[in-house]
């Protein structure tokens, strides 16, 4: 039983849980950790491996949480991290340093004309919003149900079913009155928002799609929504937290062809470390500008401050990363690892004839297991997609992890040191997996 068996493989992490759960709430660090009868503890990583507190090696997909696209301990990025680290961490001060790294954003992000530094993603969408807001005089934002923006109260409308509902406790009523949570991929939807409320400062939306892409992508949408929300007067946000210099190397933006009018980042912007862009047109990013008209910059700019955006190290991983992504063979090869893997994994399905759906673009996937999930997946169902990861993805992560594999909730991000050996593993992994969830009845 996969139960009996993880827990005989994970001996440290079950006694360091029992120390955990007595400093940490769940004995964990990130909601998305969350695994019973208890989670695994990690010592190190290296390449596209982890090793736990077990010594047990295994291959990894959480890959910093998709901000490592060149996989673990890059030797370069590691260099620079540790030769910024000489000159101290944080030097209080404007740098030459982060100079460079606006510029190195400006270059490869075809909409960024100005940037400003965070220190994560849920950072850069909380400043993004602002700007908007602050841009337009307007506090209205529309964005969609099932999509992810960070885990801030002004995010937690419309991530998690019910989706008028915010996704977490403690989350004032006041904080969802301005965000207008709607169904995505409908344009008339949008339409109908803008034509009854005149307070609109921009739309938001992760344009690889839902949650990272489990609820798919529509590029027509995408279209229709920047000329909608052009002749509307609308801000658009993307959030290429995920999507930025993975995509490809100017992002989901370049990718699909569509501009936004602001774009936030996280993840591969900060090469692993700590970090996060905001960047977008002059005209609206300049609403953070200090203009020396006391009344304006004291109550229409849009401030912002921050004890660690863009200190040595972070700049240093940054630039560094994107650096390395310039030269033109990461995001490729990624892309093409995350078909292999994609079509591999279908392979398996349709072999062990078992229902389900194997979802992503470019480096990303996710993969479902059930009847329910693969009809709301073909439907764009966001209530029957977000209510999948329940019992049997948990129980097939564990699955995985006994066969070697540490995924996310369902599946997870593809780095350019997964191999042709990797992905084969991962394959079989999958299959021996399904084969042990099939065993225990859950499909
Ligand atoms: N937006 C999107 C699209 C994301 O995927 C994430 C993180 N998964 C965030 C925002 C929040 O980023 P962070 O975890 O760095 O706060």
């Known amino acids: 039983m996969i139960d009996e068996e993880f827990e005989l493989r994970f001996p440290s992490s079950a006694k360091l ?51 490592m696209l060149l996989g673990y301990n890059h030797p370069e990025v590691m260099d620079a991290i540790h030769a910024s680290l000489a000159r101290g961490t944080h030097v209080c001060g404007c740098t030459e340093d982060e100079v460079e790294y606006a510029e190195m954003v400006q270059r490869l992000l075809p909409t960024a004309e100005l940037v400003r530094f965070t220190m994560s993603g849920t950072e850069s969408v909380l400043l993004a919003m602002r700007i908007m807001r602050a841009a337009k005089g307007k506090s209205g934002i529309i964005r969609f149900n099932g999509y992810y923006h960070g885990w801030h109260d002004a995010a937690a409308v419309g991530s998690q079913p019910p989706f008028d509902i915010p996704s977490s406790g403690g989350v004032p009523a006041e904080a969802a009155q301005s965000v207008i949570s709607i169904p995505p991929n409908d344009i008339e939807a949008v339409r109908n928002v803008l034509d009854h409320s005149s307070d609109i400062a921009g739309v938001m939306i992760e344009p690889g799609g839902g949650a990272n892409g489990v609820i798919r992508p529509d590029v027509d949408f995408l279209k229709a929504l920047r000329k909608l929300t052009q002749e509307r007067g609308v801000l658009l946000m993307f959030d290429e937290v995920i999507t930025a210099f993975r995509y490809s190397l100017g992002g989901a933006q370049e990718y699909y062809g569509v501009m936004p009018d602001i774009t936030t980042m996280g993840k591969i912007v900060a090469g692993g470390m700590p970090g996060g862009a905001v960047a977008g047109r002059k005209d609206v990013m300049g609403i953070m500008a200090f203009s020396g008209d006391k009344k304006r910059d004291r109550f229409e700019r849009a401030a912002h401050a921050g004890t660690f955006n863009s200190i040595l190290p972070i700049a240093a991983a940054g630039i560094t990363t994107m650096k390395i992504i310039e030269r033109g063979e990461a995001i490729p090869y990624a892309n093409r690892a995350g078909e292999t893997l994609r079509q591999g994994m279908r392979d398996v399905l349709k072999r062990r004839g078992v229902p389900g759906a194997v979802v992503g673009e470019c480096s990303t996937y996710n993969a479902f297991l059930g009847e329910e999930i693969a009809r709301g997946i073909e439907e764009r169902d966001v209530e029957t997609i977000m209510g999948a990861r329940g019992p049997t993805a948990m129980l097939m992560r564990k699955a995985m992890l006994l066969e070697g594999v540490d995924w996310m909730r369902t599946g997870g991000m593809i780095s350019i040191m997964h191999g042709d050996a990797e992905l084969e593993f991962t394959i079989n992994a999958f299959d021996q997996a399904i084969k042990r969830v099939q065993a225990e009845g859950a499909i």
């Open 17 to 67: 849980y029992g120390r955990a759960a007595g400093c940490l709430p769940s004995g964990i660090t990130h909601d998305s950790r969350n695994l019973k009868p208890f989670p695994i503890y990690i010592d190190r990583t290296d390449g596209a491996h982890k090793w736990d507190v077990d010594g047990n090696k295994l291959l990894d997909y959480w890959m910093g949480h998709g901000s």
